[in-house]
């Protein structure tokens, strides 16, 4: 089976722009978290979706959502962007939350 | 979930095994352990878990005590390649944590040749 899927790797924005970006689950799985990975604040969970559903929310301020399609796809967004933002934002995937998630490589967001 | 107390770094010989050592004294009956390693600036790679027997794959091996308050990840034959840091996660998979797992900073493990 093909991995988890990140797009894109690589992004630069300025303050106050917004961001997509997009995580395609290994197949089969239903269940994708979403972590932000900073030098200072290390892992840390933004949100969980499960059938379309978001079944779990880190603590993170309203301008970081997420969204889930049919086929498990899914896609986070960040408005009004801060230069704290900069991070690794990482994906994983599951069949369920009851077992193991599956990262993909990440997307490496710069804020200028 | 239940915290983890990891030591900051530790060294291997090449082809030696490696012991990584994690606490956590407060992890309760439901709550299972997982080991996960992230090699420089790319996603963590999920290992083994367990919820009190020993486990094995083809990674590692997972010694969990009796009392479960704590837990020692094995490599037996580490590589250079096995240079990461290693996170030790104590997670309710059933419970409300739906997807969450909390990192904390893990051990950073360095394989000398």
């Known amino acids: 089976k093909a991995g988890v899927t990140q797009t894109p790797r690589y992004l630069i924005k300025t303050r106050g722009q917004q961001v997509t970006l997009s995580c395609s689950p290994i197949s089969g799985h239903r269940s994708v978290s979403w972590y932000q990975q900073t030098p200072g604040q290390g892992l840390q969970f933004l949100f969980e979706y499960f059938s379309e559903t978001q079944r779990n929310k880190g603590n993170f301020p309203g301008r970081f959502s997420g969204r889930q399609f049919s086929n498990s796809r899914s896609e986070m967004n960040v408005s009004t962007l801060e230069l704290g933002d900069s991070a690794l934002y990482l994906c994983?995937?599951?069949?369920?939350?009851?077992?193991?998630?599956?990262f993909g490589p990440g997307t490496r967001l710069t804020v200028l | 979930d239940a915290k983890t107390t990891q030591p900051t770094s530790m060294d291997c010989a090449e082809g030696r095994a490696a012991n990584l050592p994690c606490n956590h004294s407060t992890i309760s009956g439901n709550e299972y352990v997982y080991w996960y390693r992230q090699i420089h600036s790319q996603g963590p790679q999920y290992i083994i878990h367990g919820l009190k027997n020993n486990e094995t794959n083809e990674m590692a091996s997972l010694i969990i005590t009796e009392d479960r308050k704590s837990s020692t990840l094995i490599l037996p034959h580490a590589t250079l390649r096995d240079t990461a840091v290693y996170y030790c996660?104590?997670?309710?998979?059933?419970?409300?944590?739906?997807?969450?797992?909390?990192f904390g900073q893990g051990t950073i493990l360095t394989v000398h040749p």
């Open positions: 996660i104590v997670h309710n998979a059933g419970g409300t944590s739906y997807g969450k797992l909390t």
């Open positions: 994983a995937s599951s069949e369920d939350s009851y077992n193991e998630q599956f």
